[in-house]
């Protein structure tokens, strides 16, 4: 009997995900606005989206 890991489909479904997120955000910017401690204003560029 072979045991098979439970979690093989949520390891690919993530895989996919790291993926498609790295292929998304090439060519992304981000830009710092305001840190101030608790309070973060930032600001994200992406060219492949309107």
Do not use: C, N, W
Request: glycine share 4%; hydrophobic share 35%.
């Amino acid at each position: 009997m072979s045991v098979t890991d439970p979690y093989d489909e949520l390891k690919q479904h993530l895989s996919e995900a790291k993926e498609r997120f790295a292929a998304d955000r090439e060519g992304a910017t981000m830009t710092v606005l305001k840190d101030d401690g608790i309070y973060r204003h930032l600001t994200f560029t992406f060219p492949k989206a309107s």
